[in-house]
């Protein structure tokens, strides 16, 4: 049975490190002495693995989240959930080129994610590359009105965006 941080079983025992990183798995002694085993990587492993990824970046532990998820796109590449949230990952960790890079993957991928399109935004922007990022704010705000991918993609009415003025003259009968 795995040992998790925090058990009273487990406190000050040392503990090794398994690869890939899984902080709930543990190779400390069990209660017969014998050395525990940390199962290989399976697809059961790597769906925990996600999990934990998405607790991890939820409170903030993007760097941790990467470890895990290494793991689980060297076993699934084609696995698109698995790129955004590394993506989100190293975002949050301020590695924009790597950012960049999953993004990008992301988007070869699902052309019509909207939310790619904006995190990518975001990342170029963070980096100051201003006019790339408006390009994906627009494709985002395009594919998904929501109000921040609006906002970000500078659309108002009155700008060229094929809003209209309800008042206007053009306006068409009701």
């Known amino acids: 049975m795995p040992c998790r ?12 490190q398994a690869t890939p990183y899984r902080p709930w ?3 400390a002694p069990d209660g017969d002495g014998e050395e525990q085993t940390v199962p290989e ?3 059961e492993t790597h ?3 996600f999990r934990a990824a998405e607790q991890l970046l939820a409170a903030r532990d993007p760097r941790g989240a990467i470890r895990l998820l290494d793991s689980v796109i060297t076993a699934h590449p084609e ?7 590394r993506a989100r990952a190293f975002f949050l960790a301020a590695q924009l080129r790597p950012a960049e890079l999953e993004f990008q993957i992301v988007l070869e991928r699902e052309p019509d994610n909207a939310f790619a399109h904006f995190a990518l935004g975001r990342t170029l922007e963070r ?3 201003s006019e790339e990022a408006l390009r994906h704010f627009r494709l ?3 594919l998904e009105p929501r109000p921040e991918f609006i ?13 209209r003025d309800p008042g206007s003259p053009d306006r068409d009968p009701e």
């Open 47 to 49: 769906v925990i693995d």
């Open 151 to 163: 906002e970000a993609a500078r659309f108002a009415p009155g700008m060229g965006n094929g809003d």
């Open 79 to 85: 696995n698109t959930a698995a790129r955004l949230l």
């Open 127 to 129: 980096a100051g590359r």
């Open 140 to 142: 985002a705000a395009a």
């Open 41 to 43: 990587s399976s697809p």
């Open 5 to 16: 941080p925090g058990n009273a079983a487990t406190d000050g025992i040392v503990v090794r």
């Open 25 to 27: 798995l543990t190779d």
